[in-house]
Protein backbone atom coordinates (compact mmCIF):
# COMPACT_ATOMS: atom_id res chain seq x y z
CA UNK A 1 0.00 0.00 0.00
CA UNK A 2 3.31 1.95 0.80
CA UNK A 3 4.30 1.65 -3.11
CA UNK A 4 0.94 2.90 -4.28
CA UNK A 5 0.97 5.96 -1.90
CA UNK A 6 4.36 7.07 -2.97
CA UNK A 7 3.69 6.77 -6.91
CA UNK A 8 0.77 8.95 -6.14
CA UNK A 9 2.60 11.42 -4.59
CA UNK A 10 5.13 11.45 -7.23
CA UNK A 11 2.62 12.13 -9.80
CA UNK A 12 0.91 14.73 -8.03
CA UNK A 13 4.41 16.22 -7.87
CA UNK A 14 5.10 16.49 -11.50
CA UNK A 15 1.47 17.35 -11.93
CA UNK A 16 1.76 20.41 -9.96
CA UNK A 17 5.37 21.09 -11.02
CA UNK A 18 4.27 21.53 -14.54
CA UNK A 19 0.83 23.45 -13.40
CA UNK A 20 3.45 25.71 -11.74
CA UNK A 21 5.64 26.43 -14.96
CA UNK A 22 2.73 26.91 -17.40
CA UNK A 23 1.44 29.33 -14.56
CA UNK A 24 4.90 30.97 -14.86
CA UNK A 25 5.68 30.93 -18.32
CA UNK A 26 2.62 33.18 -18.42
CA UNK A 27 3.70 36.28 -16.30
CA UNK A 28 6.97 36.27 -18.71
CA UNK A 29 4.72 37.61 -21.84
CA UNK A 30 6.20 34.60 -24.08
CA UNK A 31 8.87 33.35 -25.63
CA UNK A 32 12.22 34.95 -25.12
CA UNK A 33 14.39 36.53 -27.72
CA UNK A 34 17.37 34.89 -28.26
CA UNK A 35 19.65 37.13 -30.64
CA UNK A 36 22.68 36.43 -33.12
CA UNK A 37 26.16 37.44 -31.86
CA UNK A 38 26.71 38.33 -35.66
CA UNK A 39 27.45 41.94 -36.12
CA UNK A 40 25.26 43.40 -38.80
CA UNK A 41 25.79 45.66 -41.57
CA UNK A 42 23.90 49.25 -41.57
CA UNK A 43 23.57 51.07 -45.32
CA UNK A 44 22.83 54.41 -45.96
CA UNK A 45 22.56 55.91 -49.86
CA UNK A 46 23.17 59.05 -51.00
CA UNK A 47 22.22 60.71 -53.86
CA UNK A 48 23.83 63.56 -55.50
CA UNK A 49 21.22 65.64 -57.56
CA UNK A 50 22.77 67.60 -60.67
CA UNK A 51 25.85 67.23 -62.55
CA UNK A 52 27.97 64.39 -60.83
CA UNK A 53 30.16 63.89 -63.77
CA UNK A 54 33.08 65.10 -62.03
CA UNK A 55 32.55 64.02 -58.58
CA UNK A 56 35.58 62.08 -56.91
CA UNK A 57 34.37 60.79 -54.11
CA UNK A 58 31.51 61.15 -51.02
CA UNK A 59 32.75 60.98 -47.28
CA UNK A 60 30.58 60.47 -44.25
CA UNK A 61 31.80 61.43 -41.44
CA UNK A 62 29.52 60.77 -37.46
CA UNK A 63 29.54 63.47 -34.65
CA UNK A 64 33.01 61.97 -33.40
CA UNK A 65 34.95 62.34 -36.49
CA UNK A 66 34.72 58.82 -38.46
CA UNK A 67 34.55 59.02 -41.64
CA UNK A 68 34.87 56.90 -44.66
CA UNK A 69 38.22 56.62 -46.54
CA UNK A 70 41.32 54.80 -46.73
CA UNK A 71 42.45 55.28 -43.53
CA UNK A 72 38.86 55.40 -41.68
CA UNK A 73 39.63 59.53 -39.99
CA UNK A 74 38.91 63.07 -40.57
CA UNK A 75 42.10 64.59 -41.19
CA UNK A 76 41.00 67.45 -38.72
CA UNK A 77 40.02 65.05 -35.75
CA UNK A 78 42.77 62.68 -33.98
CA UNK A 79 40.66 60.55 -32.38
CA UNK A 80 40.41 56.98 -33.96
CA UNK A 81 37.00 56.04 -35.17
CA UNK A 82 34.84 53.65 -33.04
CA UNK A 83 36.69 50.33 -34.85
CA UNK A 84 40.28 51.55 -34.32
CA UNK A 85 42.56 52.92 -36.75
CA UNK A 86 42.90 49.94 -39.14
CA UNK A 87 39.28 49.39 -39.41
CA UNK A 88 37.68 51.92 -41.74
CA UNK A 89 33.82 52.39 -39.57
CA UNK A 90 32.53 53.18 -42.96
CA UNK A 91 33.12 52.20 -45.81
CA UNK A 92 31.89 53.59 -49.27
CA UNK A 93 31.19 52.82 -52.76
CA UNK A 94 29.27 54.66 -56.05
CA UNK A 95 30.09 56.85 -58.39
CA UNK A 96 28.34 59.97 -60.29
CA UNK A 97 24.95 60.31 -58.90
CA UNK A 98 24.72 57.27 -56.36
CA UNK A 99 26.90 56.56 -53.12
CA UNK A 100 26.38 53.47 -50.52
CA UNK A 101 27.80 53.66 -47.27
CA UNK A 102 28.51 50.60 -44.80
CA UNK A 103 28.52 50.76 -41.10
CA UNK A 104 28.40 48.52 -38.17
CA UNK A 105 26.68 51.37 -36.15
CA UNK A 106 23.52 53.58 -36.84
CA UNK A 107 24.76 57.08 -36.28
CA UNK A 108 22.31 59.77 -35.68
CA UNK A 109 23.73 62.33 -37.53
CA UNK A 110 26.20 62.26 -40.12
CA UNK A 111 27.81 64.85 -42.38
CA UNK A 112 28.13 63.93 -46.16
CA UNK A 113 30.84 65.38 -48.22
CA UNK A 114 30.91 65.10 -52.72
CA UNK A 115 34.61 66.00 -53.45
CA UNK A 116 35.32 66.87 -56.88
CA UNK A 117 38.59 65.45 -58.79
CA UNK A 118 41.00 68.33 -57.45
CA UNK A 119 39.87 68.15 -53.97
CA UNK A 120 37.47 70.63 -53.74
CA UNK A 121 34.17 70.57 -51.95
CA UNK A 122 31.14 70.05 -54.37
CA UNK A 123 28.46 69.90 -51.65
CA UNK A 124 28.40 69.13 -48.04
CA UNK A 125 26.01 68.62 -45.38
CA UNK A 126 24.66 67.97 -41.97
CA UNK A 127 21.64 65.56 -41.44
CA UNK A 128 20.37 63.51 -38.70
CA UNK A 129 19.43 59.72 -40.56
CA UNK A 130 16.30 57.92 -39.90
CA UNK A 131 16.38 53.95 -39.81
CA UNK A 132 14.33 51.01 -40.64
CA UNK A 133 15.18 47.46 -39.36
CA UNK A 134 15.75 45.08 -42.69
CA UNK A 135 13.62 42.17 -41.74
CA UNK A 136 12.05 40.74 -38.53
CA UNK A 137 15.37 42.17 -36.26
CA UNK A 138 13.85 44.93 -34.16
CA UNK A 139 15.03 43.50 -30.86
CA UNK A 140 18.17 42.42 -32.10
CA UNK A 141 19.51 45.75 -33.62
CA UNK A 142 20.08 43.49 -36.99
CA UNK A 143 20.51 44.84 -40.51
CA UNK A 144 19.31 48.24 -40.90
CA UNK A 145 18.80 50.72 -44.00
CA UNK A 146 18.36 54.27 -43.49
CA UNK A 147 16.09 56.50 -45.36
CA UNK A 148 17.95 57.70 -48.49
CA UNK A 149 20.16 61.14 -48.13
CA UNK A 150 19.30 63.49 -51.14
CA UNK A 151 22.00 66.42 -51.62
CA UNK A 152 22.30 68.96 -54.34
CA UNK A 153 25.34 69.55 -55.97
CA UNK A 154 26.49 73.08 -55.67
Known sequence: MSNRIDHSRKGLT????????ILLSGCT???????????????LTVELTGDATQIQD??????????????????????????????????ASGSANSWSFTMPNQPEEVTITAYYADGTIAAEATTDVVWEDVGDTTNCKGPAKATPVIMPLN
Open 29 to 43: GGAATVCSAVGYIRT
Open 58 to 91: VRLCDRDGACSGLDGLDPTVSSPGPLGDDIPPYT
Open 14 to 21: VLVGVFVV
